[in-house]
């Protein structure tokens, strides 16, 4: 660890010694230098649009906020096995996209969240895909799928983000599409690779007629993934296409995207835990790299609701999305008076048919044991769907087999007008609206005994005495069956200011009112036997709806605020500060957990969150080198917490943190075609205000992660080229709870990939991830609250994987 941190701490220093003897020689006249090279001009005149009051950008040199961007080539380098996956390029945020594709967990810097991301939103072209950037099996960057319509994606973190859009104090990933323009462009793109993949990615755009210009594209994916479930894992595709009309001062773009992609769902696996946590090894007989328990055995289960109602579900389904999104973007000059104006509409499906690991994995004697202790007899019998006899020292695991079905509506609008009212002051005045909603149909619990091997197999057991335990495998009953509707609504006005004081000087400034009203339905439970059959003890306590429901609901209102300046110290050299105060509401779900209108209304168990932050930093690009150094501090007050234990407890708590930290972006090109990047970042976040936790580091962060990546290009003349590129991931340790009971140990990993270039049309590309076959930990077992040694489930990496794709530009 400390090997790492003066790694880093090195690299930092050198680099900062350089850039001090830079900006005092800023000023001296010194000889011409080489032109810079068109990647490097690129960068340097690079202009973002996240988080900036005019729609029109500003250059991310001069911008005063933390901000990391990400072209369409620097997104297939970095290889993303989803889209939560992008954050890994970004410093000051960790994702956990081991689970595949959909239900990722993105942490930030040093806000305190558990699971999901409830302080990152994705927005496509400035608006979000929905309003909340989190829900219980909904997180958002699960809405949204990677292909070749993307042009880039810029990642805000805090700065005004707090003032804008939906107002995430967290972190904005704002992916922006090609347009069509005078020159038409397309491209096929054929992948192949580990899991049977095999995927086509097409796209064209141009110009139609006059002033009209247009784009669509999208891709078609099957794959049975790394983990080979014996079913294809991910199945599915989109078509997105946008139609854009110039204006005299401005422009209007409509964009449509449609999405019907099923993804499997990767918990925990068994894993050996020893000398506390701290080393991890290999379950006897299961490979913790490409294993899963999954299987085409228990693929279509059943589960009892209610008497005489059974349910039939499909593994296969995973956690897909089925969505449209529709939306415009207009930005017009009208006699100085500049008007924008983003809109989208989001209709989509996200179920989750899913299975969640459950208690750590034990013998076949020992769950007999336990079996007979808690339901009499003298003799328990285990068997295979098929009769034959289990062996009493097999290894066993429990794991549910959920189904959430979740239908999301959202409809946003933000416009704003922009005025220099004043020499070098411009005034902006908008308003943001939201209205979103979600009816869910919920099924958790359904527990399912399998052996602890890959594609596991089902258990039968019954007792002497008549008892039955587990019928097809299922042993345990669904415990949470809600039916609920939720109905949402934002409305937002902010006034922004941007004054150059001069050349070298600008201050911006921002407050924001909101207010949220959230309604909800929610259905009463009651428990019951599914078959008025005693004997039949894995149905004897399911969940059921009792035809009654609770009616909740709650309004909030919050101010946020933003203050930053930049100072230039060269044309491409600046330096910044900035503080916020932000907000988040509660959710529907905090609405559901609390159960009565009491709770819902009692600020000490629902507060409404409040964040403050500061940063400083230095942000310089040219020929030879490139730097983005920052400081953050971060002031969390009051956000609610909620576990759900493998019996069905829900247990909840209320904290906040504190934390301070440091993040870089460094690349240095020290000759022609070689790079050397590294971005990461250090921190210092503990937890605050609750007893249980404090001063406990913030939970599944590390204190140090970094990424290096070197690149170097061989040129082979007439348009030839071959690029090696690969990275070298270091994770620092963390604590999967609140408690830091369950530790993470740290981790690296090494990706590779080249690129060979034939010419301006073809493109072969080769990517290999987590080559070396690193055993490293995302998620312990979040269905207990305890750690220590011994069998364990936990989600480890995905083992060594790889792409080929070939691709024709026209």
Known sequence: MKNHRKFLLSSISIAVLTLIGQAQAAGQEAAPAAAPSDAVQKEIQQVVVTGVASARGVRKLDSAFSITTASEEQLKQAAPISTADVMKLVPGAFAESTGGQSGANIQVRGFPSGSDSPFVSVQMQGNPLYPVSTLSFFEGSSAFRLDDTIERVEVLRGGPSTIFSSGQPGATMNFILKKGTDTPEGSVRFTTGTGELRRVDVFYGGKISDGWYGTIGGFYRNTHGVRDSGFPSDDGGQITATLTKKLDQGEATFYVRRTDDKNAFYTGVPLISSNGGHTISEFPGFDPLKGTLMSNEMRRFTIEAAPGKTLNYDLGDGRGL?????????????????????????????????????????????????????????????????????????????????????????????????????????????????????????????????????????????????????????????????????????????????????????????????????????????????????????????????????????????????????????????????????????????LRNAGTQAKVDDRNFLPTPKIKQYEVGFKTAGQLYSAYINYFHTDFEGIAFQQILSNGTILNSVSGSKGDGVEVELAVRPIRDLSLSLSGNWQDSKYKDNPLTEGKLVQRQPKLQYRFTPTYRIPFGEGNSLKLYGTYTHVGDRWADQANLQYLPSYNTVDLGALFTIGEKIEIRLSGNNITNELGLTEGNSRLTTGGSGPINARPLFGRSWELSLAYRF
């Open 322 to 590: 089925n969505s449209t999104v529709l939306g415009m973007e207009f930005d017009q000059n009208f006699n100085g008076w500049n008007v924008s104006n983003k809109f989208n509409h989001f209709d989509g499906k996200l179920n989750t048919i899913a299975m969640f690991t459950g208690n750590n994995p034990l013998s076949m004697a020992d769950y007999n044991s336990a079996a007979l202790a808690t339901n009499g007899g003298t003799t328990a019998t285990a068997t295979y769907l098929d009769g034959t006899p289990v062996a009493a020292n097999q290894q066993v695991v429990q794991a549910g087999l959920w189904a959430v079905e979740k239908k999301l509506k959202s409809f946003t609008d933000e416009i704003r007008v922009s005025k220099e009212w004043i020499q070098d002051n411009t005034l902006t005045v908008g308003g943001y609206f939201a209205n979103y909603s979600s009816d869910d149909v919920w099924y958790l619990g359904n527990s399912h005994l399998m052996t602890a091997v890959p594609n596991a197999r089902l258990i039968n057991v019954t007792l002497d005495n008549g008892v039955i335990v587990s019928k097809n495998g299922t042993d345990g009953s669904v415990f949470y069956a809600p039916i609920a509707s939720y109905d949402g609504s934002n409305t937002a006005l902010f006034v922004a200011n941007e004054w150059k004081v001069n050349d070298k000087i600008k201050i911006d400034g921002g407050v924001r009112r909101e207010r949220q009203k959230l309604d909800a339905t929610i259905s009463n439970l009651a428990t019951g036997d599914t078959d008025n059959n005693p004997l039949t003890v894995y149905n004897n306590n399911t969940s059921m709806p009792t035809g009654s429901n609770t009616a909740l609901n709650r309004t909030d209102s919050a101010t946020s605020f933003t203050l930053g300046g930049n100072y230039k110290l060269a044309k491409d050299m600046s330096v910044f500060a900035r503080a916020n105060m932000g907000h988040t509401f509660i959710a529907f779900d905090d």
